[in-house]
Every structure is written in structure tokens, then in C-alpha cells.
């Protein structure tokens, strides 16, 4: 019953009255002054190519970022390399590769991979059980600052065979 008493209480502080008070502007405080602007500075050159590069740091650059196997026939696997290239200053390292379903299977290289060498990351497709339209992503994580986990996509279509005559 004491909660019920002090809900009542504050709900009644909580009303929405106005005393005059609030609406009126306070004197003790100054306007904010703005401080006119002048034109943009201009960057030289070399600054212009600092800004625009990524920065210090590894870069993971692929190939392609999408395969597609086309048609397979179902219990068929279907294997594909993802090349990349380290396009950045300091060695490159993955972290880790994941797959989006137990049908794909990612190996990877766990040695760093030094400024402009280039590696890949095969994936094994197992179709065993799959019919239809078939996705996977596979997630690449990495020590790229700007880009620390890439998806790579797979796709195609399982095809259930044909009944043989007998």
C-alpha cells in the first residue's frame, strides 16, 4: 500500500504545469557568437595524397567475391579457390573463415601474408542433400583495419538425377 502512496505522489510532481519561468529566456547565459568562415584551406599535394590513400596497415583485395558452380547434380562437390592480394604495407593475417551451412567447408592460410603476395581461400561445396537454388556466404576475418571481415558469396543450382529406366 506505501508503493501505491508514493506513485500517487510522484505521478502529482510530474504534472505538466506550467510556472511562467521556464518559457522565458535565461540572462545568465550569453547568445553563442558565430565566428564567420573563411575560404577552405588547400592541401598540397602530398597532403592530398596522404588523405587519400587507406593509410598504414594490411589491405585484402579479391578477385572476386562471388562464384557461381552453375548446375550440379545432388551428392556432387564442387570445389573453388578466392584469390586475393595483400594491396596493403604490413602483413595481412586471417583471423578466421566461417561458412553460413555445413554444405561449405572454407581452408584458409593461417601464415601472415606479406605487402603485394597474393593467396587464396578454397571452399568445398558437398551437395548431399541440397536441391534447388543453393546460397552460402563465408565470412573472412581479418587484421584489415578498413575492412576487417569481407563475405564472399557461393551460388548455383542441385539438380536431383534422373530415375534410370530398367
Not at 596497415?57 to 562464384?67: A, H, L, M, Y
Not at 578466392?82 to 572454407?106: H, M, W, Y
Not at 542433400?129 to 558469396?153: C, F, M, R, W
Request: charged share 20%; net charge neutral.
Amino acid at each position: 500500500m506505501k508503493w501505491l502512496a508514493f506513485i500517487s505522489i510522484a505521478l502529482m510532481s510530474c504534472g505538466h504545469e506550467s510556472t511562467g519561468t521556464s518559457d522565458l529566456p535565461r540572462h545568465d547565459i550569453n547568445p553563442v557568437v558565430e565566428v564567420p568562415q573563411g575560404p577552405a584551406p588547400t592541401l598540397t599535394a602530398e597532403q592530398e595524397n596522404i588523405t587519400s590513400s587507406t593509410g598504414p596497415g594490411p589491405k585484402i583485395t579479391f578477385e572476386n567475391d562471388r562464384f557461381s558452380f552453375g548446375k550440379i547434380y545432388h551428392a556432387e562437390k564442387v570445389t573453388h579457390e578466392f584469390k586475393f592480394v595483400n594491396t596493403g604495407t604490413e602483413d595481412l593475417q586471417i583471423k578466421n573463415v566461417r561458412a553460413s551451412c555445413g554444405c561449405t567447408k572454407p581452408t584458409y592460410p593461417t601464415l601472415p601474408i606479406a605487402p603485394g603476395d597474393t593467396s587464396v581461400i578454397s571452399v568445398l561445396y558437398n551437395s548431399v542433400g541440397k536441391q534447388g537454388v543453393q546460397k552460402a556466404t563465408i565470412h573472412v576475418s581479418t587484421n584489415d583495419p578498413t575492412n576487417p571481415e569481407v563475405k564472399l558469396y557461393l551460388s548455383g543450382r542441385v539438380l536431383v538425377k534422373p530415375l534410370e529406366d530398367k
